[in-house]
């Protein structure tokens, strides 16, 4: 038996088409019907006029009902009847029934052998016509005719039958198309009536039922990636920890993040984002086998949830694929997007029986790895959750001291080379952690920039520096550094000028450090808020120069007043042969020709100061010759400076070609 579709919509369509058929049917039927009932009457009709008018008509029926030959005259007769078109055949029975004369297409005879017609009997005893309609199957006869016997009565007794033949095919043919026409007509008011309400409903509901399977799907899937989203990831790690049979088997859940995945929206817009989270997606999809589950949690976070494994080994090795393939380069209209990606690795049930626990011990090891430097795989270690509880307090301390303002700067004393001359501090921004330490910079830093509150600082950190220099004598500078998270945010340049304004400091006096980080970008919002800067007198710094890998192509795009040679080369000294040495000779020559003045960081040692006196270095800062302090203990240190002889620094005039600019005036090198 055939079964009827599934699908509503099918059935429904099916039903009306049925629907349509049936009226067509029926209509046909009784059409049909209709047209041969009215086709007998109007051919019976027919035939019995045409018999009544040959009886009228031909004078000597009696003679030859009696076997005579009709007269010249009903020959005539005869012969012009017959070419009248729809009468086709003629019989005259005499009164006992029998055949006496017959006029078809062919002749106009009297028969030869005579043949008995019950009909022409019944006409003369009843003395009423007899009409019959018949297909026809003779030989000679047309498809559809009418036959009638008219009984001749003459002064009161019949002497004759008259039988006519009429050819009413064309007539029923006629009546046929009509009545198909009218049935076609019908059939299309009757499909228009209902067809356009069905194909209205049909359509609504196709519609639904789409939008309905869209809401299913988006129910348990990511709408950018159409990844599982973390409530089918959930469902789908539970089912597969309920199938687990320890201890053979195992699975491994792979938790990852991109690695400045913020900067790509910063710099290439949300598009470019998308771009990028897609086309991870479709890696994804591609490097990982049929029965492992990829999910997108939310944001640039993805999980791929890797089902029998067999050994630590093999972990490792599909986490390299991952990696391998989510490094390639993605092209952006014209751009290339180069991102990586950190991954933390959990296994069940070494390291969770549940999916919480889970999922929460590969958050970890992303944690971990993302702290040991970004761009690596981490597996769980148990001392994580330590780590974990660690990192909440800390976030807590931070947001904390944001909101109650309760960091502390520090300030470390910058130098002069040649003279030993107090040019200036650095601000350095302090806060102490629950065990009453101070917590380290590099890790300060990168958590107050997770939890969005870098910009907060960063203001407050301007704004206390500055508030604290304007106290000091009016040769001394403040240097401040100014994280890629602050451009982000909004106009720094505004941010600066405000400052500077509340706090009456003057423009040259104060020192922005920017990272070589900022301007991988090379956005045009950047580099305008940079030249607002440098037009208000501030003096730009790039800092940590020599440690990114194309620090040297941003000498030239914009005007440094400064560069700060990275410690690790100072560290460097003594222990890499003549290299670091030859580098910090060849980066202070480079900052004479291009007219900025070169510190280099991290001296902490007779023997590195001693270095630089050689090597004609500007400024220098470190250790030894002074480690961060308390705002309370500059006046101290500013004192000393001066006991020393030390005398306010106007100018630096150590170029071997040229004039060089004042030092911390923040004017424009002339020409």
């Not at 989203?229 to 089912?239: C, H, P, S, T, V």
């Not at 029965?291 to 080994?313: A, H, P």
Request: glycine share 8%.
């Amino acid at each position: 038996m055939l079964q009827l579709a599934k699908s509503p919509t099918t059935r429904a369509l099916a039903i009306l088409a049925f629907g349509f058929v049936t009226v067509l049917g029926g209509s046909w039927v009784i059409a049909t019907t209709a047209v041969d009932v009215a086709m007998v009457q109007i051919s019976t009709t027919t035939a019995q006029n045409w018999a009544q008018y040959i009886v009228a008509n031909a004078t000597d029926l009696e003679h030859i009902a009696s076997g005579e030959r009709p007269s010249a005259a009903s020959m005539v007769f005869f012969e012009g009847a017959k070419r009248a078109g729809q009468v086709f055949r003629y019989e005259i029975f005499n009164r006992a029934g029998y055949s006496q004369l017959v006029a078809d297409k062919d002749r106009i005879a009297l028969v030869n052998i005579s043949e008995f017609s019950a009909n022409a009997a019944r006409a003369i005893k009843t003395g009423q016509p007899v009409m019959e309609v018949m297909e026809g199957t003779r030989t000679g006869f047309p498809e559809y005719f009418a036959r009638a016997y008219v009984p001749v009565i003459v002064d009161g007794r019949p002497i004759a039958v008259v039988a006519a033949y009429v050819d009413q095919t064309a007539q029923r043919d006629a009546a046929y198309q009509a009545a198909l026409i009218a049935v076609i007509a019908i059939s299309l008011l009757t499909g228009l009536a209902f067809g356009v309400p069905g194909l209205a409903w049909y359509f609504s509901t196709r519609q639904k039922q789409q939008a309905d399977r869209r809401i299913r799907f988006l129910a348990h899937h990511d709408m950018l990636t159409e990844l599982y989203n973390r409530d089918q990831l959930i469902e789908k790690l539970d089912a597969a920890l309920a199938d687990l049979v320890p201890p053979g088997d195992c699975l491994a859940v792979h938790f990852l993040d991109i690695d400045h995945f913020k900067e790509v929206n910063d710099t290439l817009g949300h598009d470019g984002g998308d771009c990028l989270l897609q086309t991870i997606a479709e890696r994804l999809r591609a490097v990982t086998r049929l029965g492992d589950v990829v999910s997108r949690l939310g944001g640039d976070e993805f999980v791929v949830m890797q089902t029998g494994i067999t050994s630590k080994q093999e972990v490792e090795d599909f986490s390299l694929r991952l990696t391998t393939a989510l490094a390639e380069p993605v092209r952006f209209k014209e751009q290339e997007i180069s991102a990586t990606v950190s991954v933390g690795i959990a296994l069940a049930p070494t390291d969770g029986t549940t999916s919480e626990r889970l999922l929460k011990s590969a958050d970890l090891a992303l944690y971990k790895s993302k702290a040991d430097g970004r761009n690596r795989v981490c597996f769980f270690a148990p001392e994580m959750d330590a780590d974990l509880m660690n990192r909440i307090a800390l976030e807590r301390v931070i947001r904390d001291a944001v909101e109650h303002e309760t960091f502390e700067l520090h300030f470390q004393p910058l130098y002069e080379v040649a003279s030993r001359r107090l040019l200036g501090f650095e601000a350095l921004l302090r806060l102490r952690g629950p065990d009453g330490e101070f917590i380290p910079p590099m890790t300060l830093i990168p958590i107050a920039e997770d939890i969005r509150v870098i910009g907060k600082i960063g203001a407050w950190v301007l704004k206390e520096a500055c508030r604290t220099a304007v106290t000091w004598p009016n040769y001394l500078t403040v240097a401040v550094n100014l994280s890629p998270s602050q451009f982000a945010l909004g106009s720094v340049s505004e941010m600066v000028a405000d400052t500077l304004l509340e706090t009456g400091l003057e423009a040259h006096r104060l020192e922005l450090e920017i990272t070589e980080t900022l301007l991988l970008g090379n956005s045009a919002s950047t580099m305008d808020e940079l030249e607002k800067l440098k037009a208000m007198g501030v003096v730009i710094v790039m800092d940590d120069f020599g440690t990114g890998y194309s620090s040297l192509s941003y000498l030239w795009r914009f005007p440094f007043d400064k560069i700060k040679i990275d410690r690790s080369f100072v560290q460097g000294l003594g222990n890499s042969g003549h290299n670091a040495e030859t580098v910090i000779k060849t980066i202070i020559a480079l900052g004479r020709e291009l007219d900025m003045h070169v510190t280099v960081e991290g001296v902490e040692t007779a023997k590195q100061a001693s270095f630089l006196d050689a090597a004609n270095g500007d400024q220098v800062q470190g250790f030894f010759f002074g480690r961060p302090m308390p705002a309370s203990d500059i006046a101290a240190e500013i004192l000393a400076s001066s006991s020393r002889g030390d005398e306010p620094v106007v100018a630096l005039a150590k170029a071997k070609k040229g004039t060089r600019r004042p030092v911390g005036t923040g004017a424009s090198k002339a020409g």
